[in-house]
T-cell receptor, first 116, second 111 residues
Framework: GAGVSQSPRYKVAKRGQDVALRCDPI?????LFWYQQALGQGPEFLTY????????KSGLPSDRFFAERPEGSVSTLKIQRTQQEDSAVYLC??????????????FGDGTRLSIL | TQLLEQSPQFLSIQEGENLTVYCNSS?????LQWYRQEPGEGPVLLVT?????EVKKLKRLTFQFGDARKDSSLHITAAQPGDTGLYLC???????????FGTGTRLTVIP
């Protein structure tokens, strides 16, 4: 498809395990964003890539969270030593140009992460 | 403190009724976006408003950007069950790379 694709759609892990979430943005999109969305809330920013460069990681809640986009397309969000408070939907979004201005963001359907 | 406060948080109405959702802030924005999110899906952009006082219509949905570019409203006329979802306002803050999202309004339209 032509949209943003995320996998897996659902992930259940035990507390302390490491998880990796994948995002395939729309082809050719320069900007890629990761957001965390708690139940019933709006998404909250985690990190931003412009091509392969991670320009903003101010939203990552702890050093257990790590994101990469090595070739400027697919991105992976990794969470180490998961905690129950990490349970949320993780959304990926991409946009055609650099962030800011009136740029619309195109969202994937998210990965629902549940930590037991 | 939320950058963008939405009200009401929850809204349940009968099919055919009208409703208004508000998005308020103390900050000034160069533009503001509205998204709708359905369960199990990502947010989908509805509209972007740019000019203070601007009004945009999308079928039965009317979006307005406040004159001071600090607030916005979404009005739905003759709501349909298909309008059910989470409505989110969002904006870029000056110098920031990311969208800040509002607290969300969960709308349920009962047939």
């Amino acid at each position: 498809g032509a949209g943003v694709s995320q996998s897996p759609r659902y992930k259940v892990a035990k507390r302390g395990q490491d998880v990796a979430l994948r995002c395939d943005p729309i082809s050719g999109h320069v900007s890629l964003f990761w957001y965390q969305q708690a139940l019933g809330q709006g998404p909250e920013f985690l990190t931003y890539f412009q091509n392969e460069a991670q320009l903003d990681k101010s939203g990552l809640p702890s050093d257990r969270f790590f994101a990469e986009r090595p070739e400027g397309s697919v991105s992976t969000l990794k969470i180490q030593r998961t905690q129950q408070e990490d349970s949320a939907v993780y959304l990926c979004a991409s946009s055609l140009a650099r962030a800011g201005g009136n740029q619309p963001q195109h969202f994937g359907d998210g990965t629902r992460l549940s930590i037991l | 403190t939320q950058l963008l406060e939405q009200s009401p948080q929850f809204l349940s109405i009968q099919e055919g009724e009208n409703l208004t959702v508000y998005c308020n802030s103390s900050s000034v924005f160069s533009s503001l976006q509205w998204y709708r999110q359905e369960p199990g899906e990502g947010p989908v952009l509805l509209v972007t408003v740019v000019t203070g006082g601007e009004v945009k219509k999308l079928k039965r949905l009317t979006f307005q950007f406040g004159d001071a570019r600090k607030d916005s409203s979404l009005h739905i006329t003759a709501a349909q069950p298909g309008d059910t979802g989470l409505y989110l306002c969002a904006a870029y803050q000056t110098g920031a790379n990311n969208l800040f999202f509002g607290t969300g309004t969960r709308l349920t339209v009962i047939p």
